[in-house]
């Protein structure tokens, strides 16, 4: 084992800003609003309030498929600068007491929610769709996604954070969550092998949720690791990775509250369809 390391934990402890690598500066172990700052709120019912990482695009990728697919689901959406601290203002803490995005309020019926799985399955149910009816594929459809809410973590906090964020590469963790994220994309090629989508024929809220995470992870696009992952293997994960990410409401969805990338692929905030036309970043 390399990296060798002779921390030894103390009996109590104690939080020190300068450790944490990457994203010290917004971690602490409290919750709680650090400072006063109202949400903007637009003209309709639904206001997101978020930024376009996996968590983020799960919830535009959504609410562009409801708008496809002809429901009134017409939103705005807000950019939260996580970098910034935005989290940590009074009115998102109202939303979402947790501080993470996405958060959406729903105006039209008074309602907070939060954690993307949440709201996935809240839009679901406000509006019929994307969801079956059917108890057994409903069932079939929601087991994929709580699979996902509870696997991402290590993806993300797991693994994208020893293997790209940590200040220091140590060997044991990054072998730990290499070993788990190739398990899970493993048992997604194995469902993948004889279904269009992760729950059957019906595209549904757990492939919503899941591509942004092993969509990308897949398509190369997540931390750098394609090939430390060598995810080429995973040839079902990949042509369903790429018909889901392929879908126009897909695309839109990925450009909403993205900050980064090429300037054609940013829309910092989204209040209409025409948006996507006029108010990308290269065209600001």
Do not use: C
Not at 28 to 38: F, L, M, N, Q, V
């Amino acid at each position: 084992m390399s990296n060798e390391n002779n921390y030894v934990p103390p009996k109590v402890w104690t939080w020190d800003t300068k450790n944490g690598g990457e994203f010290a500066k917004i971690n602490r172990p409290i919750a709680g609003p650090t400072h006063d700052k109202e949400l903007p709120i637009g003209k309709h019912p639904l206001q997101l309030y978020s930024l376009a990482t996996p968590n983020g695009v799960k919830v535009t990728v959504m609410l562009e498929e409801l708008l496809a697919a002809g429901y009134d689901a017409e939103y705005d959406a807000w950019l939260i600068k996580i970098g910034d601290g935005d989290q940590f203002g009074s009115g998102f803490v109202d939303v979402n007491p947790n501080s993470k995005i996405p958060a959406l309020m729903d105006h039209s019926t008074g309602s907070r929610v939060f954690e993307s799985g949440a709201i996935l399955l809240y839009l679901a149910e406000k509006f019929g769709a994307f969801l079956p009816k059917d108890p057994a594929a409903r069932t079939e459809a929601l087991n994929w996604l709580f699979w996902l809410q509870g696997s991402a973590p290590y993806l993300g906090g797991g693994f994208g954070h020893f293997y790209a964020y940590a200040p220091e590469k140590f060997e044991y963790p990054i072998n730990r969550f290499a070993m788990e994220a190739k398990r899970q994309l493993d048992v997604l090629d194995r469902n993948l092998a004889d279904r269009q989508f992760l729950s059957g024929d019906d595209y549904t809220i757990a492939d919503i949720a899941t591509a942004p995470w092993y969509g990308r992870m897949v398509q190369g696009d997540a931390y750098d690791a394609g090939a430390f992952l060598d995810v080429g293997i995973y040839k079902n994960v990949i042509r369903w990775a790429d018909e889901v990410m392929s879908r126009p409401a897909y695309v839109r969805g990925a450009m909403v509250n993205r900050t980064f990338g090429p300037e054609a692929g940013q829309l910092h905030e989204r209040h209409s369809a025409s948006d996507f036309e006029t108010k990308t970043q290269d065209k600001l």
